[in-house]
């Protein structure tokens, strides 16, 4: 089914461990997204990627990379985790080249669980 | 930048009985997208009805609808006949013309619909 793929689903990681959380769509859309969900305050963007070979920070990029590693697939990565990075994260897709266009449409992954202990 | 505020944490309301949910957000931009999306336990984000900013009639799908009232930048959901199906977090979004489809949501409304 179409749609967007993130992997893992749950991870446990120890302060100052590092992981990778992947993320691919095969809708063909230009722009993916990372965001993160904590209790009480909604989604928000961790960074996103407009189009292919272009990545920006969004609201709470600190403590977070990512890798636009091509139309694909886009990454985020923790270098040195830390217990404030216990989230729900979600990657998403949109087909937004920038405008936004009447067959505007977003789609998320089903998430991933992490927990940083 | 963008703002989008949701000011009840929780409702509930008896299954077959309407329920509003209420969205205020705030943006300087002319041409954007409002959203609802639903999230149940499974934590799938689920769409569950868009609107067009420069289109002035309200948005429909089923069993809900919006009430968009552009000037006061309000963007409420309504939903009708409610199923135990529906119970689950909602969260209004806003995406601007000119930040490359960038989602900005609101807290979350838990919904409980109660048999």
């Known amino acids: 089914n179409a749609g967007v793929t993130q992997t893992p689903k749950f991870q446990v990681l120890k302060t100052g461990q590092s992981m990778t959380l992947q993320c691919a769509q095969d809708?063909?859309?230009?722009?993916m997204y990372w965001y993160r969900q904590d209790p009480g305050m909604g989604l928000r963007l961790i960074y996103y990627?407009?189009?292919?070979?272009?990545?920006d920070k969004g609201e709470v990029p600190n403590g977070y990379n990512v890798s636009r590693l091509n139309k694909r697939e886009f990454s985020l990565r923790l270098e040195s985790a830390a217990p404030s990075q216990t989230s729900v994260y979600f990657c998403?897709?949109?087909?937004?080249?920038?405008?936004?266009?009447?067959?505007?449409?977003?789609?998320f992954g089903s998430g991933t669980r992490l927990t940083v202990v | 930048a963008q703002t989008v505020t949701q000011s009840q944490p929780e409702m509930s309301v008896q299954e077959a009985e309407t329920v509003t949910l209420s969205c205020t957000y705030d943006?300087?931009?002319?041409?954007?997208?409002l959203f609802w999306y639903k999230q149940p336990p499974s934590r799938q984000m689920i769409l569950v009805i868009r609107?067009?900013?420069?289109?002035?009639q309200n948005a429909t799908e089923n069993r809900f609808s919006v009430n968009f009232q552009k000037a006061a930048k309000s963007f409420s959901l309504k939903i009708s006949d409610s199923q135990l199906g529906d119970t689950a977090m909602y969260f209004c979004?806003?995406?601007?013309?000119?930040?490359?489809?960038?989602?900005?949501f609101g807290q979350g409304t838990i919904l409980t619909v109660h048999p």
């Open positions: 943006t300087s931009e002319n041409n954007y997208y």
């Open positions: 990627s407009a189009s292919e070979g272009t990545t």
């Open positions: 809708m063909n859309h230009n722009s």
């Open positions: 609107q067009e900013a420069y289109k002035q």
């Open positions: 998403a897709s949109s087909g937004s080249r920038g405008r936004l266009s009447t067959n505007y449409g977003y789609t």
């Open positions: 979004a806003h995406a601007g013309g000119t930040s490359y489809g960038k989602l900005t």
